[in-house]
């Protein structure tokens, strides 16, 4: 079946400028991820969604960045006044449900670079 | 969660197969065995899982020591398009906020000789 979809799989913008990510995840996950993964480095949590409940923003870096998620399904993740520490990879997972043992699927990501 | 070693490379010749171990002496009773894949500009690719019993998918197999203080991946006829880092996590089951953040460490950087 289908995977967790990411557009744009590229972006690059200049310093300054408002981005959007899109995430659309498996069909039937219930809960939603976004992590970002800097060059050489590990997983870096940032927001989660579980069905109608409040999401989880403790990962999120500042203010700059948001997140919502429609429908129970696909996600946004915008950043405003992008400045250059932003570039990164930004992941996204879906997970049938968070209870459990259920593992995360991810995406290919979208890599954003800030010029 | 409970920390896990990995050695950083390893070789394995195509069609052979492939094990690659990982150590977690510190894992808890109730923390799964997760394995993880990551291919060179991809995102992360979900392998296989684990509590006690080994496991076997279409892409792998895991095999838990009895006591769960390692386990061992086996992919077992390598193929190029393996290559790839192996990430071994140990994690909970859900319980509570927080407590399904991935953290993947620097892993095993297996290369799939042809």
């Known amino acids: 079946g289908a995977g967790v979809s990411q557009s744009p799989s590229n972006k690059v913008t200049e310093k300054g400028k408002d981005v959007e990510l899109r995430c659309d995840p498996i069909s039937g996950h219930t809960a939603l991820y976004w992590y970002r993964q800097s060059l050489g480095q590990g997983l870096e949590f940032l927001i989660y969604f579980q069905g109608n409940s409040a999401p989880d923003k403790s990962g999120l870096p500042s203010d700059r960045f948001s997140a919502e998620r429609t429908g129970g399904s696909v996600s946004t993740l915008t950043i405003q006044r992008t400045q250059q520490e932003d570039s990164a990879v930004y992941l996204c997972?879906?997970?049938?449900?968070?209870?459990?043992?259920?593992?995360?699927?991810f995406g290919d990501g979208t890599r954003l670079s800030i010029l | 969660d409970a920390k896990t070693t990995q050695p950083p490379s390893m070789d394995c010749a195509e069609g052979r197969a492939a094990n690659l171990p990982c150590n977690h002496s510190t894992i808890s009773g109730n923390e799964y065995v997760y394995w993880y894949r990551q291919i060179h500009s991809q995102g992360p690719q979900y392998i296989i899982h684990?509590?006690?019993n080994n496991e076997t998918n279409e892409m792998a197999s895991l095999i838990i020591t009895e006591d769960r203080k390692s386990s061992t991946l086996i992919l077992p006829h390598a193929t190029l398009r393996d290559t790839a880092v192996y990430y071994c996590i140990v994690r909970v089951a859900y319980s509570g906020a927080g407590s399904y953040q991935l953290t993947f460490g620097k892993g095993t950087k297996l290369s799939v000789i042809p």
């Open positions: 997972a879906s997970s049938l449900v968070v209870q459990g043992n259920q593992p995360q699927h």
């Open positions: 684990g509590l006690k």
